[in-house]
């Protein structure tokens, strides 16, 4: 592979005695991953029903290796039912460092198309708020996407400049991921076309913008509350000296350890002017030293971990929900805070505790889309299908993988359901796939009628 010469100059220097081993791994094949949705099966459960063959990532627990060249997991049933996401391996190592606990506030700045963002979403389960911002609407859209696609509802999906999230967020989140945009340096051998958009734009291009993101994100961090950066670049301006910049700006913030894996190389404190010791705690990624592109990381804490008191829900007043709706949720055995409610012309959404005011910013969505009402009716929505667990709703018909029902439903196509229900039986059923959801049907003599989201179904 010809790789730009100032490029091979920069390496030689980085890697010294390596840089034969590592331009020797641009003739090895790239590596497949796929990470399991713990938010909807565990990965003991997975394996039991796994198709094809895996290999564990070792440095990552929900992480596997597949075959790309021969198998196409996105066009698998499973993938409709969110129960993994196809992911680089070694893009899977930010959001699985990040310390999210249930109930945080977790920022994903940078989300699109959501790959760290849907980590996130089931470290938290269903607790707390994610805030998922990608500036482009147009990513934005596969966020969100994706994020229902893994069942995750108390999220807000934003499309901002990040420095216009400060005022509406100062000190908000307990936790902060800025996988960061960057020159691509760490992805030449997976995409080649990586090499020509890095001779338009390189590293001093994307140090300026990356440096006025992380102190942004910086304001929008509790004190005490953790931030992890990230690149897939070598590029000492976009990642050390990064993270010494955001030092000098904000001493506060100190380099914390990460869990370790006998792969992953040292920061480099020698690249930076101060040459502070800490930044060896940072963590550098080379594809001939693991099985995975390149990558930086480095994990920070903003000050001293503060005892606070225990965030308690914020119930507001129990709100008087339209009967069609109310009938719905009898449906459901979860409970539901009515005071969550958000009903936004014939649109029902279900509202993450605590949020800040957001008039003037630009969502695409806020919490759960719950479903519309129609006329003297609710009609739910695919998002809430996928959020929902089959144990939780009481009409439901559940087909084996090997169904042709299942291919037909997820084509848009009506199903015969007469082996399956009573003459009597009618109304919404949430269609399974071996007892994990894919959307909703409206049961009508038998016959169910397809409400799989349009834009979703299977196209061969």
């Known amino acids: 592979m010809n790789l730009p010469k100032v490029f091979e100059e920069k390496m030689k220097d980085l890697l010294g005695s390596e840089y034969e081993a590592y331009t020797a791994c641009y003739d090895e ?6 990470r399991v949705n713990t938010a909807k099966i565990s990965v003991e459960d997975f394996l039991k029903i796994a198709p094809w063959p895996l290999e564990p990532v070792p440095w990552i ?11 196409q997991p996105s066009k698998h049933p499973y993938y409709f039912a969110g129960l993994y996401y196809l992911q680089e391996p070694s893009a899977m190592t930010p959001a699985d460092r990040l310390p999210v606990e249930p109930g945080d506030r977790v920022l994903d700045v940078c989300a699109a198309p959501g790959g760290k963002a849907t980590e996130l979403g ?14 482009s609407s147009s990513r934005a859209k596969g966020l969100l996407k994706n994020l229902e696609l893994f069942g995750i509802g108390n999220v807000l999906i934003l499309s901002e400049e990040p420095g216009k999230l400060v005022s509406y967020f100062p000190e908000y989140f307990d936790k902060i991921l800025i996988d960061a945009p960057c020159s691509g340096e760490g992805m030449f051998r997976k995409e080649k076309k990586m090499v020509k958009a890095w001779e338009e734009h390189g590293p001093e291009f994307f140090s300026k913008i990356q440096r006025s993101i992380v102190t942004q994100a910086a304001q929008m961090l509790r004190p005490g509350g953790m931030l992890l950066y990230s690149t897939c670049t070598f590029s000492p301006e976009e990642n050390e000296q990064t993270i010494e ?13 990460m869990e370790g894996y006998e792969g992953f190389a040292d920061g480099m404190p020698q690249v930076t002017e101060s040459k502070n010791p800490e930044l060896e705690k940072t963590v550098r990624i080379f594809p001939h030293r693991m099985k995975g592109e390149g990558h930086f990381l480095a994990l920070l804490q903003k000050g001293e971990k503060q005892e606070e008191g225990k965030r308690l829900p914020e119930s507001g007043k129990n709100k008087k929900l339209p009967e069609e709706l109310e009938e719905f949720l009898g449906h459901i055995d979860r409970k539901f805070d009515s005071s969550r409610m958000d009903l936004r012309g014939e649109k029902v959404y279900y509202m993450p505790e605590g949020l800040p005011t957001l008039r003037g910013i630009r969502f695409l969505r806020t919490g759960l889309l719950m479903g519309e009402l129609k006329k003297n009716r609710f009609e739910p929505s695919q998002a809430l299908a996928m959020n929902l667990k089959k144990e939780e709703y009481d009409q439901v018909i559940d087909l084996p993988l090997k169904d042709e029902r299942i291919m037909k439903y997820l084509k848009g196509e009506t199903l015969d359901a007469e082996d399956l229900v009573k ?38």
């Open 29 to 34: 094949p790239r590596h497949y991953g796929l």
């Open 61 to 71: 627990h929900n992480g596997f290796y597949y075959d790309g060249d021969n198998i």
């Open 122 to 135: 089931a470290k938290l389960g269903g607790t707390g708020v994610l805030a998922a911002n990608d500036l």
């Open 245 to 257: 910049y955001l030092l000098q700006e904000y001493p506060e913030f100190k380099i914390c350890e």
């Open 423 to 460: 003459p009597k039986d009618k109304g919404w059923y949430l269609i399974c796939v071996d007892g994990y959801p894919l959307g909703f049907g409206k049961l009508v003599n038998q016959m169910l009628k397809n409400k799989y989201l349009p834009g979703w179904r299977w196209n061969s």
